[in-house]
């Protein structure tokens, strides 16, 4: 088993020696291949013109917590032309010469991301810049018309305050004549009261002189004066009655003015809740203006000659090892 060991790695040397040998014997072959392809792919990698990254975020704005556009719409309308159009026609850029942009969305976020490749660096920095400008101007408008929409009912609530504070004072008004009444009608009950208690008095002393004089006189008198004295009591109880009434008539005021007070920090609280509606719209914005990459995505000179060299190398020992075993083999 031994020698049979040493003879396969003496097979596997010699023919590894014969590679090296066919690999020096066919050199200038090799070298030619391998230059036919480095050459070449060198001068054109340097002859081409550079191509940059141009590149540009945007973020859309919110409107009462909702994005003003869905980032995905907004990646679709750029897909499906709906800024192109206007961008060829403002910077006069024909259809053939419109570079292609790609567009992405980061999963979860409101950002669009747009970028293109080109070897028209400005042409490129200027269709990104057009495009985030219409987006901006279209998303503006937005914003704008729910600011002035809140604005305006930010007015109409403040006329409605006013209003409401002319009835409070109206009501308030109301009250004085009212507080003027219930002191008149108090001051006719306090003369109506000495009236009664002059009444008492006189039937007290007309009974006192019934006891000793029985006379038709003295007998109507005290009948007139009891009359008397019934009636001013009802005419005392009336007019508590309507003391009473314009009492319940001034808490219906102080009801009504306590109602609208309650309204107007209602229409305050709302509007303060506009307010901050107002302070809470965001505007559409550029996040990173179109920039130019540092180095050019393409060509990339040294990559293409290392992948030509290795090509080129591997061609051109294919073909030596493929001539010699043809010159062996081809009687």
Do not use: C
């Amino acid at each position: 088993m031994i020698p049979e060991e040493n003879n396969t790695d003496n097979y596997e040397e010699v023919n590894l020696a014969d590679y090296v040998k066919i690999i020096f014997k066919k050199k200038r072959l090799i070298a030619a291949i391998f230059f036919i392809f480095v050459v070449p792919t060198a001068i054109v990698s340097f002859w081409l013109p550079k191509v940059y990254k141009i590149d540009t975020s945007l973020e859309t704005g919110i409107v009462n917590g909702v994005a003003i556009e869905d980032a995905k719409q907004v990646v679709e309308k750029i897909k499906g032309d709906a800024y192109g159009i206007l961008t060829r026609k403002e910077l006069e850029i024909s259809e053939e010469d419109y570079p292609e942009i790609k567009i992405n969305n980061p999963e979860g976020t409101n950002l669009i991301i747009l970028k293109i490749e080109s070897d028209e660096i400005q042409r490129a920095k200027d269709v990104l810049s057009k495009i985030g400008e219409l987006i901006l101007e279209e998303h503006q408008k937005v914003v704008l018309s729910k600011k002035e929409s809140i604005e305006k009912d930010i007015v109409s609530l403040k006329n409605q305050i006013v209003l409401v504070e002319k009835d409070i004072e109206n009501t308030k008004n109301k009250n004085q004549p009212l507080n003027e009444d219930i002191k008149r009608i108090e001051n006719k009950i306090s003369y109506s009261n000495e009236e009664k208690v002059n009444l008492e008095a006189k039937i007290d002393a007309l009974q006192k002189v019934l006891v000793y004089e029985q006379t038709p006189g003295t007998q109507f008198a005290l009948f007139d004066a009891k009359e008397k004295l019934a009636v001013k009591k009802q005419e005392i109880e009336n007019l508590y009655l309507q003391i009473n009434s314009l009492e319940r008539a001034k808490e219906d005021l102080n009801v009504a003015v306590n109602s609208s007070r309650k309204n107007i920090e209602d229409l305050n609280t709302e509007i303060n809740s506009l307010v901050d509606s107002s302070n809470d719209l965001i505007f559409t914005s550029v996040i990173k203006d179109p920039v130019i990459s540092e180095r050019p995505v393409s060509p990339r000179p040294l990559l293409n000659i290392a992948i030509a060299a290795v090509l080129g190398l591997f061609i051109g020992m294919f073909f030596a090892f493929t001539k010699e075993w043809w010159a062996k083999n081809k009687n």
